[in-house]
């Protein structure tokens, strides 16, 4: 897997290897799971993604932080690297997460395709 360091290199990366609508298959499950309302068409562009993942993403650090902490539970996004983010700005915080919720969830995809 190559180093990614932005959202944007996630998605690019999943286009590349034809993987783009399981990652956003593996998104909505696991919000599904969570209970949280985030449900996006696998068409969808990845900036389009982004934008409303970015914005759901806010949301529930604003609005209903314990479900934003099951959601990061249930996708498995790792408590260290969560713990080493600053939280003083919400909005740069949920831009943050948003690229460990990409990058686990690419994870998840991409070791599911290229071990099953």
């Known amino acids: 897997m190559l180093a990614l360091k932005t959202p944007q290199d996630i998605l690019d ?5 034809e993987l783009y ?4 298959q593996q998104l909505n499950k ?15 562009s990845p900036q389009v993604l982004i934008t409303q993942l970015h914005e759901t993403v806010f949301r529930l650090i604003q609005i209903n932080f314990t479900d934003y902490l ?9 408590e260290k690297l969560i713990k080493e983010l ?8 949920s831009e943050q997460v ?8 690419w994870q998840k995809v ?5 071990f099953s």
């Open 13 to 17: 990366a999943s286009l590349k290897s």
């Open 21 to 24: 609508q399981k990652l956003i």
């Open 30 to 44: 696991d919000f599904r799971f969570a209970n949280i309302y985030f449900e996006v068409e696998v068409d969808v």
């Open 70 to 78: 099951n959601l990061l539970y249930i996708i498995d996004v790792s």
């Open 86 to 93: 600053d939280g003083s700005d919400a909005l740069k915080l």
């Open 98 to 105: 948003v690229f460990l919720i990409l990058k686990r969830e």
């Open 110 to 114: 991409w070791f599911k395709n290229q």
